[in-house]
């Protein structure tokens, strides 16, 4: 599979001398939009590279096209050709977005659907770079770049940020560099490179896979633990932050607490609080990299997160600064890098059902528990909801993949014998050992 990644690189020295370029170009987005709008009969049933082609002769003149349709070279004197280029591409692709969309809405219920589509226009978008032709290396540590200056397109020297420079080039030497975008980013430009590589993903067996399945919560970051397809359970690991959560905990109280003395924004709260934040997503993700590294896993396991919508409840606030997806972003690109993949199941009942089979738990003044980290089995025994969960979360993998790999009749077989595996929302570890105990003599042949 391909691994595209992006790093920004400071410009230095710049603030306002890229505002008329990205002006122009979005302008030039804009001009094409209404071509392809006006053209779009003749161009929706062209290919890719088609349309492109058809849209730079409706508007750019050249030997062979001396009479364009559309004046586009009149307006955008002297545009670099590579400028122009990224501006259809752009251009091409929301018209083909919005028609797409506006399709989907016309064919919808007029009871059902909402708001038509909005008309298509270039937006906040950059230009991108190409290399070359509007970007060159002069040296390590400085480059050159064509802008729109002085009325004209021409070469400006840029310094790039030697830390930048230093970090490309040590960790992406084995990557392929893009053509780089022209970004603003506050009051700062940068140019982001991008980066693809081609990596290629394990192709163990499921019945010789290691697992990391993992349990992202709200009050603590993370419980681990690594599996085997037969249920054997190789390593249970916690990731604790009291002191980041601590200070979480103090800048959320401190946002509280200017709010009610009339603050409405206090945007600096919320930025530190939004980095330690962020800090506490990093950090449970490079400990969840460093289990699966230490284990040789094969298979990174997490829950479908659904937290689409509006919060409600007394958890609201702590399930807003919750950082579930950004931390399963992290382990994804993280893990693809190393071969390792990564894959979801249900969430539905995985820290509601115990481990080991006997039934619903109980949880804080229910169980009449004092912590709600913890949980009680009906046989009385008292378990880290956590790690309950993680043991749950691994187990409805493995059955999800073993019963998806057998041929429908000895699927069939398989969940006359265990009937639980048949419903995936209440699978728990004592239903994967069940199902590997019924499975084994089946797959070597041995006689009940």
Not at 31 to 56: F, M, P, T
Not at 332 to 354: E, V
Not at 366 to 373: G, N, P, R, T, W
């Amino acid at each position: 599979m391909k691994i595209n990644t992006t790093y920004k690189v400071k410009i230095k020295h710049y603030n306002h001398i890229f505002k008329d370029t990205v002006r122009i170009y979005r302008s030039a987005v804009d001009y094409i939009i209404k071509v392809c709008l006006n053209e779009w009969d003749a161009i929706q049933n062209l290919g890719s590279k088609e349309r492109y082609n058809y849209c730079e002769k409706l508007i750019h003149k050249t030997d062979d096209n001396p009479n364009p349709k559309y004046e586009f070279d009149t307006c955008f004197y002297k545009m670099p050709s590579y400028i122009r280029r990224a501006a259809t591409a752009e251009a091409i692709g929301k018209v083909s977005s919005y028609k797409s969309s506006l399709s989907n809405w016309e064919d919808t219920d007029p009871y059902e659907r909402g708001q038509i589509p909005s008309y298509p226009k270039a937006g906040f978008i950059y230009p991108s770079l190409y290399r070359g032709n509007m970007y060159q290396f002069t040296d390590i540590y400085k480059g050159r770049i064509k802008v729109y200056i002085r009325n004209t397109w021409d070469w400006i020297s840029i310094d790039l940020k030697k830390s930048d420079i230093d970090y490309i080039k040590n960790h992406c030497s084995d990557r392929e560099m893009k053509s780089p975008t022209l970004r603003k980013r506050g009051k700062e430009w940068f140019l982001e490179f991008p980066f693809e590589e081609e990596v290629k993903l394990n192709e163990t067996d499921i019945h010789e896979q290691r697992i990391v399945a993992v349990d992202l919560g709200i009050n603590s970051p993370a419980a681990v633990s690594v599996m085997h397809s037969d249920g054997t359970v190789l390593g249970r690991h916690f990731l604790k932050l009291p002191k980041e959560y601590d200070s979480l905990t103090h800048s959320v109280n401190r946002i509280k607490k200017a709010q009610q003395h009339g603050s409405r924004k206090a945007l600096k709260l919320w930025a530190k609080a939004k980095g330690i934040n962020d800090n506490i997503a990093v950090k449970t993700a490079q400990f969840i990299m460093d289990i699966a590294v230490l284990y040789n896993a094969d298979v990174i396991v997490f829950e479908h997160l659904d937290l689409n919508g509006r919060k409600r409840g007394s958890k609201k606030q702590k399930l807003n600064l919750w950082k579930a997806r950004y931390v399963q972003s992290m382990v994804s690109d993280k893990a693809h890098r190393l071969g390792i993949r990564i894959s979801r199941i249900n969430a539905w009942g995985t820290s509601r059902f115990a481990y080991d089979g006997s039934g619903r738990v109980s949880r804080g003044r229910e169980a009449d528990l004092s912590s709600y980290s913890v949980c009680r089995f009906a046989s009385g025994k008292i378990y880290n909801c956590d790690l309950n969960a993680s043991y749950n979360i691994g187990a409805r993998y493995f059955i999800r993949e073993i019963l998806k790999s057998l041929p429908a009749k000895e699927r069939l077989a398989l969940e006359a014998k265990v009937p639980q595996a048949a419903r995936r929302s209440t699978c728990t570890l004592a239903t994967l050992i069940s199902l590997s105990g019924e499975l084994y003599p089946m797959r070597y042949g041995i006689a009940a």
